[in-house]
């Protein structure tokens, strides 16, 4: 990291308090924070992140060859008893949270 010498005080006093503050937001921000940040649209990013990743597993899953999964839960049970219902879930859950946002 290089070093800047700073001869106006009013400059490193201003460049001090923007470093103390910056410190205290990624406190209070936590482990999540860090990772999707703050805002409005916080839980659009979390829940992003979930549909993400669940499409992905079985995704995965789907392409997994048929002698590596499992016998007893196929590809229809995947598809119609967990990825449809928490995708639409998660679809309802948005539009809900738009709706209620937007005052309807």
């Not at 079985?58 to 016998?71: D, G, N, W």
């Not at 049970?77 to 738009?98: D, F, H, K, N």
């Amino acid at each position: 990291m290089n070093k800047i010498e700073i001869q106006d005080p009013k400059v490193a006093g201003k460049i001090i308090a923007a470093n103390a503050e910056s410190e205290k937001r990624k406190a209070e921000l936590g482990f999540l924070g860090r990772f999707f940040g703050s805002g409005d649209n916080v839980r659009l990013y979390i829940v992003g992140t979930i549909a993400l990743g669940i499409l992905l597993t079985a995704l995965v899953y789907t392409l997994t060859p048929e002698k590596y999964r499992s016998a007893d839960f196929g590809l229809k049970e995947l598809w119609t008893l967990i990825v449809l219902p928490v995708e639409s879930t998660i679809i309802g859950y948005l539009i809900g949270s738009r709706s209620k946002d937007n005052g309807g």
